[in-house]
């Protein structure tokens, strides 16, 4: 699904990660780990299309729309004025539009994915009464109801307590076992051996690819150019 040629990711043409070279199958579980500053977040964001690559290409298997996006930091979320129950919703607007109102189907899936997360009676709250776990269940919730086909997550369970970081990781293995990929931005060695078939290691010289990728010569489709946006 993702394809990388010699793709470097920084900021303002300043190279932050190793040379990236592989390619990440549709379906993977992939861990993206490496010591603080490697560059896993300027990588996500990239592939993201939050930032241009400095240089190099990839290509994404699917439109950016198809991207379930969860930063480091939701601080700026818990501002919202609306509440969990909208928040939630707000992962569906693509299938049900912005302001089309919630049918009963969509108001059960909304609910299940509260549910499933264990924060359903908090539908009705506001996001700034929750705490940081609270809130990133939630996330989750509003992750669910996008079934996007590829996941992006950045750092999801800093600071979360061991029993909801089990409860978040079993939903991403249902997501992983329903075919979607991703990849996720991980701290915890034993999380990622557990739980992770697939690791890239980011290091100041070399990317670790493990299991080893496949080595790339051409790409298959228009690759996204240094400089180009999504
Ligand atoms: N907006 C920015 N502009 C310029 N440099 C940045 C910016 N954000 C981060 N950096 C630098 O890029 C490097 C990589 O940062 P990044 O956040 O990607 O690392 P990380 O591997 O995710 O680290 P951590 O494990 O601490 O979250 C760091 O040296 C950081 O100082």
Not at 6 to 32: E, S
Not at 59 to 77: A, C, N
Not at 107 to 116: C, D, G, P, Q, V
Request: glycine residues 8%; contains cysteine.
């Amino acid at each position: 699904m993702i394809a990388m040629e010699q793709l470097q990711a920084g900021y303002r043409g300043h190279a932050v990660t190793p040379l990236l070279q592989g390619r990440i199958a549709a379906g993977a579980m992939m861990a993206l780990v490496g010591e603080n500053g490697c560059g896993k977040s300027t990588l996500l964001k990239t592939l993201a299309g939050l930032l241009p690559p400095v240089a190099g290409n990839y290509t994404l298997g699917v439109p950016r729309s198809q991207i379930g996006w969860l930063p480091q930091q939701s601080e700026i979320e818990k501002q919202f004025p609306i509440s969990v129950f909208d928040l939630v919703a707000m992962g569906s607007w693509q299938r049900s539009g912005w302001f089309k109102r919630i049918g009963r189907a969509l108001r059960n899936e909304i609910m299940a994915s509260l549910s499933k997360v264990k924060m359903a009676d908090f539908a009705d709250a506001q996001p700034d009464e929750l705490s940081g776990g609270q809130l990133q269940r939630v996330l989750f919730a509003r992750l669910l109801m996008q079934q996007a086909s590829l996941l992006l997550l950045d750092e999801p369970f800093s600071g979360i307590d061991s029993q909801t970081v089990d409860l978040l990781l079993a939903l991403l293995r249902e997501q992983h076992q329903q075919g979607r990929t991703m990849i996720v931005v991980l701290h915890d060695r034993a999380v990622v051996d557990e739980w992770f078939p697939e690791v890239l290691c980011l290091q100041r010289e070399q990317a670790i690819w493990s299991p080893p990728t496949s080595h790339l010569s051409l790409l298959s489709s228009s690759p996204r150019q240094a400089g180009a946006s999504l």
